[in-house]
């Protein structure tokens, strides 16, 4: 396997995020939406985040089961950082400086052996060898991003062939209430930095990989688990 910590270039990605079409259908995120989004969300997103903690716990349990070398994709302020097993070793990648900055805060206050580091890099352009993971893991993330099918790819081609990847997100609802929050939240999508109405067609189409599992977290009906193998 190769070892991503000599791959070359943790620098700053080259390459801007294109505002986009594909998964987000009508809703166009780019790069500096991201950006200037989660600076302004980065010093009270533990407080933000709080509606996903359950699921973000489901989806480590997951990676925890699984073990081995895993990429954070969209690692953010790290929250899920301390809950990885010792039987799992973590690399981090964000495009939002501010949100690192709180990441790394965490990796020095909490020690956190594991976690080989994070680097502000585009998950439509990773940095890193084919193969060079065990895993990925990607919360709360695939709808942020201009072109989820694209960052599909970028996950499966950075995993070992039988290495996982793995994605919790919430995804255009089918459900009373969730259906509400999605019409309420939706023309705010910029301003979040995320998506709230994007369909779950984007992240089920990428041919190297096979969906292995798709499960319900907490709170319920919310947030989907999907587990894929790389073919
Ligand atoms: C809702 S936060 C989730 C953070 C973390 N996964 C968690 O569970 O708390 C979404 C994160 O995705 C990052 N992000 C959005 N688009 C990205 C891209 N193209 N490349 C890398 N990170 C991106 C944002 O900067 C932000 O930190």
């Keep these: 396997m190769t070892d991503p910590d000599r791959s070359p270039a943790y620098a700053r990605s080259a390459t801007p995020v294109a505002a986009g079409a594909g998964t987000s259908r ?60 010792p039987n799992v070793t973590i690399t981090g990648v964000d ?10 805060e965490k990796i020095a206050k ?7 580091g994070v ?4 998950l439509t352009n990773l940095a890193f060898a084919d193969g060079a993971f065990d895993g990925t893991v990607c919360m709360f993330t695939i709808t942020a991003v201009p ?14 062939p039988g290495g996982h990847v793995v994605i919790c997100s919430h995804f255009r609802a089918e459900r009373f209430p969730w259906t509400l929050s999605d019409r309420i939240l939706s023309p705010f999508a910029t301003r979040l930095g995320w ?3 994007m369909t779950i067609d984007g992240v089920l189409g990428c041919e190297a990989l096979e969906l292995v599992s798709r499960e319900d977290t907490r709170p319920s009906g919310l947030f989907d688990l999907l587990t894929f193998r790389k073919r």
């Design 110 to 116: 909490e020690r956190l052996a594991n976690v080989t």
């Design 147 to 160: 072109d989820a099918a694209k960052v599909m790819d970028e996950l499966a081609r950075v995993v070992r």
């Design 195 to 197: 998506n709230p109405s």
């Design 26 to 85: 009508d809703i166009a995120i780019d790069g500096d939406m991201v950006r200037s989004a989660y600076a302004r969300w980065a010093p009270v997103y533990t407080l933000l985040a709080a509606p996903t903690a359950l699921g973000r716990k489901d989806a480590v349990a997951k990676v925890n089961s699984i073990g081995g070398h895993f990429l954070e994709a969209g690692v953010g302020t790290g929250l899920a950082l301390p809950d990885y097993a």
């Design 95 to 104: 495009l939002s400086h501010d949100m690192l900055v709180r990441a790394n």
């Design 119 to 122: 680097h502000e890099m585009d």
